[in-house]
């Protein structure tokens, strides 16, 4: 998905075909979404589950939502989507970030500089090995 519009639909787009259609246990969807992009980028310290010392960011989804993506809708400054049109089933309806509510009932609460520098630890991509790892293949022949 680099190099295209949709950071905005990646997590909503991966629940809906991945998770909900069984071709993603909820373990490798979390794996993906939040735990081994911590371990990768060094910010396993701060991030990437529900912890004690680590960020309250949590997304708060309404499985059951269905909605179909439209550039109209989204945050990006681009004016397309190349997911125009493709109806999906759940939607994050809150996110905190440190325990704070960023977006609350689907609506952007936070002013200009709200987020904060996180010091990092150096990379190390082969930490993305290290969570439980789910025989579920993403896509079947």
Do not use: C
Request: aromatic share 8%.
């Amino acid at each position: 998905m680099s190099g295209i519009p949709g950071l905005e639909t990646r997590l909503p787009l991966l629940f809906s075909e991945g998770l909900l259609t069984g071709r993603l246990s909820l373990q490798r969807y979390l794996d993906l979404t939040s735990r081994n992009a911590a371990a990768i980028y060094g910010l396993d310290h701060r991030k990437g589950r529900i912890a004690p010392g680590l960020d309250a960011d949590l997304a708060l989804w309404d499985p059951a939502r269905k909605w179909t993506i439209g550039h109209e809708m989204l945050h990006s400054r681009v004016d397309f989507s190349p997911y125009e049109g493709k109806a999906v089933t759940g939607k994050p309806i809150t996110v905190l970030l440190r325990g704070e509510p960023l977006i609350a009932g689907e609506k952007l609460q936070a002013q200009a500089g709200f987020g904060g520098f996180v010091a990092r630890r150096p990379s190390d991509p082969a930490k993305a090995g290290t969570a439980v790892e789910d025989t579920t293949p993403w896509l079947d022949p």
